[in-house]
């Protein structure tokens, strides 16, 4: 066993696989206090560097389950491990960074800088290495120029990448993603699609925009009623329009474009 898997053994008092996926998620259920069933029966694993695409319509429980994977919600049944280790309810989860769909929020300091340092400094890490995480976050999301600027008076696209930042200073090996593209303009949006296609980590991304989810996403989980109702390759579940339009959800407008312009065929389910 790696010295790494034994002082995470030791710590959580569980058996580590040597090579966890990033995620693994048995029979998961969790239920709201007036018993509605957000999450029913989630089995599923999630390989390191895999990018998923989680749609479904409102309601259908893609936030809640967010929620569980960071440990901010308790499950009513079954187990998530992130990287070999239980999650932890309650728990501060380093490994998982969770970007908010409206960025206001996730900032609240003074400065873009304040704000980016924010996880950091309640990490334990020395000033130095604070001062080091946030200048490679401001770098990776392309905002050293915004790092003095009060959040509250940055752009939507801005403050998105803001959002990010605080994340990836965390330096987090999973990235949850809510609806990351909300009240983008065209050019903000593509400039994040390019930012989050130049990120290495694990990403799960939850999202309406389906032409978002065909640009970045290997794999595509359709959600409802807090069901994976189908897990698949991206272009075989999002060129099967019949299903989509059973479950409230419409085809991706790159769909309609002229097969040669597409980047990459769609499959036939």
Same mark, same amino acid.
């Given at each position: ?21 990033? *995620? ?17 029966? *989630? ?14 319509? $409102?309601?259908?429980?893609?936030? @809640? ?15 998530? &491990? ?19 769909? $409206? ?6 300091? @003074? ?16 000033? #130095? ?12 999301? $392309? ?58 980590? @694990? ?16 794999? *595509? ?5 807090? &069901?994976? *109702?189908?897990?698949?390759? @991206?272009?075989?579940?999002?060129? $099967?329009?019949?299903?989509? #339009? ?24």
């Amino acid at each position: 066993m790696r010295q790494m898997d034994r002082v995470r053994q030791q710590a959580w008092g569980h058996e580590v696989e040597p090579n966890p996926p990033a *995620i693994a998620i048995a029979n998961l259920h969790f239920s709201y206090p007036d018993c509605t069933d957000a999450i029913q029966n *989630i089995n599923l694993t999630v390989q390191p560097g895999e990018r998923l695409g989680i749609v479904g319509a $409102n309601g259908c429980g893609k936030t @809640t389950f967010f929620l569980l994977l960071c440990g901010v919600l308790t499950p009513t049944l079954g187990e998530v &491990r992130i990287l070999g280790n239980p999650v932890q309810p309650g728990s501060f989860q380093t490994q998982v960074g969770l970007v908010f769909q $409206n960025p206001d929020d996730q900032l609240f300091s @003074t400065s873009v800088w304040e704000d980016v340092a924010f996880a950091p400094q309640h990490m334990g890490l020395a000033a #130095e290495d604070v001062e080091q995480r946030v200048v490679t976050a401001l770098a990776l999301t $392309n905002i050293q120029n915004l790092a003095l600027r009060p959040p509250h008076h940055l752009s939507g696209g801005q403050k998105k990448r803001v959002a990010i930042a605080g994340v990836l200073a965390m330096n987090p090996e999973i990235l949850l993603l809510d609806e990351p593209t909300a009240q983008l303009d065209p050019h903000s949006r593509r400039q994040l699609i390019r930012l989050l296609d130049a990120l290495p980590q @694990t990403q799960l991304i939850a999202t309406h925009d389906l032409d978002l989810a065909l640009d970045l996403c290997d794999r *595509i989980l359709l959600f409802s009623e807090g &069901r994976i *109702i189908c897990d698949g390759e @991206t272009y075989t579940v999002l060129g $099967n329009a019949e299903l989509l #339009e059973q479950y409230s959800l419409e085809s991706p407008l790159s769909y309609s474009r002229p097969y040669c312009q597409l980047d990459h065929a769609p499959q036939k389910p």
